[in-house]
């Protein structure tokens, strides 16, 4: 009984939680304004923004906007360096109400071009506890762990700061004489 108590109590020790980028911001605009604008971030956001939404509803006290997306991950992590080198996909939702927006970004996962150096699904934690492939030291994936999490974080960084920008604009209104 005692030893079954550790066992579990270790794995639950383990659990960490996903990285993510959340916040509630005020705006100008109403419900279907900031709906507008969200779309127009996530078509200048993204190469192909028909590929990235997964979901879009608008009703008259809200919308919610929810995506896929990836950012390139080149490593520099100087041993092996391109065996961890792919995307790091990731999801995007946006919650839009009057006067207010919340973006959650959340779900990183690594996929590397070589499936086998690959992190799975990016933690808070600071260090790499999933699994080590054989050969391969844990410290490498751990360098590797914390050059993924410093792209990540440059990329969500310049990601938000453009999301805001966008949603703080007003859309060029349909009467404009030019």
Not at 54 to 74: E, F, H, P, R, W
Not at 109 to 137: A, K, M, Q, W
Not at 151 to 172: P, V
Request: charge should be positive; charged fraction near 20%; glycine fraction near 8%.
């Amino acid at each position: 009984m005692i030893v079954m108590f550790l066992v579990l109590f270790g794995f639950v020790g383990f659990a960490q939680e996903k990285l993510t980028y959340s916040d509630v911001v005020k705006t100008n605009g109403n419900t279907k304004e900031l709906y507008n604008r969200a779309l127009v971030w996530f078509g200048d956001a993204f190469k192909s923004s028909n590929n990235v939404i997964q979901t879009k509803i608008l009703n008259d006290s809200n919308g919610v906007i929810i995506g896929k997306a990836n950012i390139k991950y080149n490593s520099h992590v100087f041993s092996g360096s391109q065996k961890s080198s792919g995307y790091i996909d990731f999801s995007i939702k946006l919650m839009l109400k009057n006067g207010r927006y919340k973006y959650e970004i959340t779900d990183f996962i690594h996929n590397p071009y070589d499936d086998s150096y690959g992190l799975g699904i990016i933690t808070v934690g600071d260090e790499y506890l999933n699994r080590c492939t054989f050969g391969t030291p844990r410290s490498w994936y751990n360098k590797v762990l914390k050059d993924i999490k410093t792209q990540i974080n440059n990329k969500m960084n310049f990601i938000i700061n453009s999301l805001e920008d966008t949603m703080n604009k007003e859309i060029i209104p349909d009467n404009d004489n030019w």
